[in-house]
Nanobody, 130 residues
Framework: QERLVESGGGLVQAGDSLRLSCAAS?????????IGWFRQTPGKEREFVAA????????FYADSVKGRFTLSRDNAKNTVYLQMNSLKSEDTGVYYC??????????????????????WGQGTQVTVSS
């Protein structure tokens, strides 16, 4: 079964770093897909964090994480990474990676909209203590 699996979450202090991984399994080659990262806290809607187009050339970041978070890809490991530096308490949440069923660039589709994505991982918890 094709799916995405997040890992790397944990409990850290403000100012620390974490690297989250989003690995594709089954017959999914992550190099073919745009990947988005979202986060969610209890009682709130899922919030866009970052996105990366399939070729890895263009990345997009929420204003709240710009300059602190960085996306990268390792196609040999079929994995996308979200490097998170200078973490703040407001970065706390469950982090999800997702991909659309459609191949190609975002091309007018909203990379920050959850409805652009069709396949989601189960999430990994990130807790930042102040």
């Amino acid at each position: 079964q094709e799916r995405l699996v997040e890992s790397g979450g944990g409990l850290v202090q403000a100012g620390d770093s974490l690297r989250l991984s989003c690995a594709a399994s089954g017959r999914t080659f992550i190099s073919n897909y745009n990947i988005g990262w979202f986060r969610q806290t209890p009682g709130k809607e899922r919030e866009f964090v970052a996105a990366n187009e399939w070729h890895g050339v263009r990345s997009f970041y929420a204003d709240s994480v710009k300059g602190r978070f960085t996306l990268s890809r390792d196609n040999a490991k079929n994995t996308v990474y979200l490097q998170m530096n200078s973490l703040k308490s407001e970065d706390t949440g469950v982090y999800y990676c997702a991909r659309p069923e459609v191949l190609g660039d975002y091309a007018g589709r909203d990379y920050a909209d959850v409805h652009t994505y069709d396949v989601w991982g189960q999430g990994t918890q990130v807790t930042v203590s102040s």
